[in-house]
């Protein structure tokens, strides 16, 4: 609700999020998502059970092998120039890092590749999968 005297703000549009320059428009929630400096798509995935326990524009999980995920956009990018952070955890260790697959998955605007390794590096699926995607859609 407006305060008395107050004006209300003005609601930023799609391309005023999507150019970052306005310090004066409002940001609703139906808009924050174009801004260059939110995820895009994000998920928390137990590639052991293969259940997923949170996310934000992931379709699904396409299990390729043992660690080996690809992880599928509900919303595609624009392009497939876009910047993907993965990590990965298991209660024993066994899981060290993950690697966005750009060798033999070409990067596409649907999906991502990611691998999952152990210290020893070993491709292994592991209970806590995390990944985000940033770019433009």
Known sequence: ANVTGTTTPTPAAQSDQETATSTVLAVTP???????????????????????????????????????FRYN???????????????????NDSCLFALVDNFTHIPATGAVAVQFYTSAFALVDCAAQMVAAFGDQ
Request: no cysteine; proline share 2%; charged share 10%.
């Open 73 to 91: 956009w509900t919303t595609a990018f624009s392009s497939a120039n876009y910047a993907v952070v993965a990590t990965a955890g298991n209660t």
């Open 30 to 68: 139906g808009r924050q998502q174009y801004h260059p400096s939110a995820a895009k798509a994000w998920i928390r995935h137990n590639g052991v059970t293969d259940v997923i326990a949170a996310s934000y524009n992931v379709s699904s999980v396409t299990d390729d092998g043992v660690g080996l």
